[in-house]
């Protein structure tokens, strides 16, 4: 009825970048603030960047300066453009509203990055 699928995960090079999607169902997101999270091997999911229904982003500062999330209303989608990309950055990418729903969590998409 209303799901969250993620996309544009791969493997790429230390340095190189990513662009993840995220298409939310409905229209019910546009009133939300959304975030994408990331859980690595071993390791809690973590929030890395999120943005409110006004535009306001905050980042993880682990990623900050090198990752962007933005939302288009409109497609209902929301976009991380990851570059400078780090093997640290190797995870499980998903996106969820912020604070994050347990039964919104998809299956992700995975971000692989090679040193």
């Known amino acids: 009825q209303v799901q969250l699928v993620e996309s544009g995960g791969g493997l790429v090079q230390a340095g190189g970048s990513l662009r993840l999607s995220c298409a939310a169902s409905?229209?019910?997101?546009?009133?939300?603030?959304m975030g994408w999270y990331r859980q690595a091997p071993g390791k809690q999911r973590e929030l890395v960047a999120a943005?409110?229904?006004?535009?306001?982003?905050n980042y993880a500062d682990s990623v900050k300066g090198r990752f962007t999330i933005s939302r288009d209303n409109a497609a209902n989608t929301v976009i991380l453009q990851m570059n400078s990309l780090k093997p640290e950055d190797t995870a499980v990418y998903y996106c969820?509203?912020?604070?994050?729903?347990?039964?919104?969590w998809g299956q992700g998409t995975q971000v692989a990055v090679s040193s």
């Open positions: 969820n509203t912020d604070p994050a729903y347990r039964y919104y």
């Open positions: 409905g229209s019910i997101f546009r009133m939300k603030a």
């Open positions: 943005i409110t229904t006004g535009g306001i982003t």
